[in-house]
């Protein structure tokens, strides 16, 4: 671990980015030009004592992970990424398998979101980003583990909790929809992809019949309806912003203006994650 070089990387990395890069307010008052280092420290899920021990010199060596939420709250490119971890005393991530890190580009769009839902997700539906009206709307995923972050694991393998988001007219649709898109992606996302098939296949008789239709397709713009637990359904349009490779997709999802759904929207706004308590 190079303490020098790293204390000096993320000092850099941090003066140059601007708040709007990353979605936040400048305020009237603020004097530094860069981030402050509780602002890099709450994007990376960190403490700021933790953050400013690694600025000084004085820290432990970093995890991949940590290090990982890093190169996300800095905006790191693929390169940036990469020399990070090997001054931190780690070998760079494969980048076939470090799919998770978010393309700085898409991240900057994601970032000027905030009032509308907005989800990044890799070609597979890992969810590996939602803004807060997205947790709303979708339920709160990029904080699970595992095959739990996958859209279509959560599908067939919890089916009455992940699809009561949808009407029931509309579950067929997804199915089919879900699987012929990780079809279309298996031979380009190979051991990964065909684990979460092998997995769905040992786990899901419904995913096995859906699956030997061998229907090719991938579908992300669409026109639905979507439930929610408060609110009641929302009818909302979803556009898609692609990376160039493909490998990753910022889906946002907005309601016609002047309409009913746009003020469910609102709504969704104010009520965030949170669930009213009933009164019996």
Known sequence: ????????????????????DVGLSAGPRRRASGLRREEVAQLAAM???????????????PSTQMLASLARALRLSADERDYLFR??????????????????ALQRV???????????????????????MGAALLG????????????????????DAARARYPGDDRERQSRALVSGL???????????????????RISDEFAA????????????????????EIGPIEVDCQVLFTEDQS???????????????EKLRLLDVVGIQEFGRVD
């Open 248 to 262: 990753q997709a910022l889906l946002v999802l907005t309601a016609e203006p002047g309409s009913t759904d746009e």
């Open 140 to 159: 709160d995923h990029a904080g699970a583990r595992g095959w739990e972050r996958y859209e279509a694991y959560r599908w067939f393998a919890h089916p």
């Open 87 to 104: 001054v931190a005393g780690h070998n760079a991530p494969d980048r076939i398998l470090a799919r998770d890190h978010v393309a700085p």
């Open 1 to 20: 671990m190079d303490r020098a070089a790293l204390a000096d990387f993320l000092r850099s990395r941090r003066e140059q980015l601007r708040p709007g």
């Open 183 to 201: 079809r279309a992606v298996l031979a380009v996302e190979g051991t990964r992809a065909q684990a979460l098939v092998d997995e769905l296949l």
């Open 110 to 132: 994601f970032d000027r979101l905030a009032d509308t839902p907005a989800v990044i997700i890799s070609s597979l539906g890992e969810t590996l980003l939602q803004n807060r």
């Open 47 to 61: 403490s700021t004592d933790y953050y400013t021990r690694l600025e000084q010199q004085r820290g432990p060596q």
């Open 210 to 229: 859906l699956w030997e239709r061998q229907e090719v397709a991938r579908r992300f713009s669409d026109h639905k309806v979507l439930l929610h637990p």
